[in-house]
């Protein structure tokens, strides 16, 4: 059985490949991909699986430490105690380069989950030495905001950020995006998070924390996953818990920006109305 890794945000998976079909689909999507750590945090057990499955959702048995989820391309059970993922992933999802992200993206917000981190919906730039996260809703400008700045993108699609006291860092990541313009080993300070708030005349407006928190908890990849899903009680709270920290200590603003304009330009230039 071949065996690769991936680390993200200093979260480590060794990877176990059933078949050679799927390393070599995994190291064709990817060039992130290299050689397991000796001592990973988490490990996946990764097969393909000929069954389409017409049921998709959630399960958490928080006294026994699994969690189930499954959808038309995946079934995916963790073992927290063994800190261990078994995957089966659909044949006919192989094609489509882009199931591989989702499942991945599942994964690593359970991890993050369980180590002070979380997932924003949204892209993410570096400005001189801070990254810069720009979320909201599908359609927003995340993309375009990010391809249009002459700066490093970290990932035009998703935002990891893990916290370490009153510190937060966005990592570079592959877990969904343009493979092309993302930088894989790149990690910067966060300090500021914007919400889109549509197209206009580049204005910014202030956020109070009731505010901010629920903007956080709408975009957050976990919180779209597994709100509501029966037994998730625990981790939903440490969700919160990640949220309410980064709220606590990192500045959110509302951000109306003119299309094909360079961020990176225009951004000491906006006064908050």
């Keep these: 059985m071949k065996k690769g890794g991936i680390t993200i945000a200093g979260i480590s998976m060794e990877i176990e490949f059933s078949s ?26 990764l097969e393909l699986d ?5 049921v998709k959702g959630a399960t958490f048995n928080e006294s026994r430490g699994w969690v189930h989820s499954v959808s038309d391309a995946w079934d995916i059970r963790y073992n927290q105690k063994l800190k261990k993922f078994f995957v089966k992933i659909n044949n006919s999802f192989l094609e489509e380069k882009k199931c ?7 994964i690593y917000a359970i991890a993050l989950n369980e ?14 030495d801070k990254a810069v996260v ?47 313009v993302i930088s894989l080993n790149q990690e910067a ?3 500021l998070v914007y919400f889109l708030d549509g197209w206009g005349e580049n204005i910014l407006e202030e956020l109070a924390p009731s505010q901010s928190i629920k903007k956080l908890m709408i975009n957050d990849i976990f919180m779209m996953y597994f709100v509501g899903t029966p037994g998730a009680s625990d981790y939903l709270k440490r969700e919160f818990t990640n949220l309410n920290k980064a709220n606590k200590y990192l500045n959110f603003l509302s951000l109306k920006l003119k299309r094909n304009v360079d961020f990176s330009k225009v951004y000491s230039q906006l006064e908050i109305s």
């Design 20 to 45: 050679n079909i799927l390393f070599e689909k995994f190291f064709s999507v990817h060039n992130a991909w290299k050689s397991p750590e000796a001592n990973s945090d988490y490990h996946i057990q």
């Design 115 to 128: 180590n002070e981190g979380f997932i924003l919906h949204g892209s993410n730039i570096v400005l001189g």
């Design 50 to 54: 000929p069954i389409v499955r017409k």
């Design 189 to 191: 300070d966060l300090e």
């Design 100 to 106: 591989l992200f989702p499942f991945l993206r599942m």
């Design 134 to 180: 720009f979320s909201g809703p599908s359609g927003a400008g995340k993309t375009t905001i990010a391809r249009n700045c002459k700066s490093s993108v970290l990932n035009d699609e998703c935002s990891v950020i893990r916290g370490f006291g009153d510190k937060f860092i966005c990592y570079g990541n592959q877990l969904g995006g343009d493979r092309d």
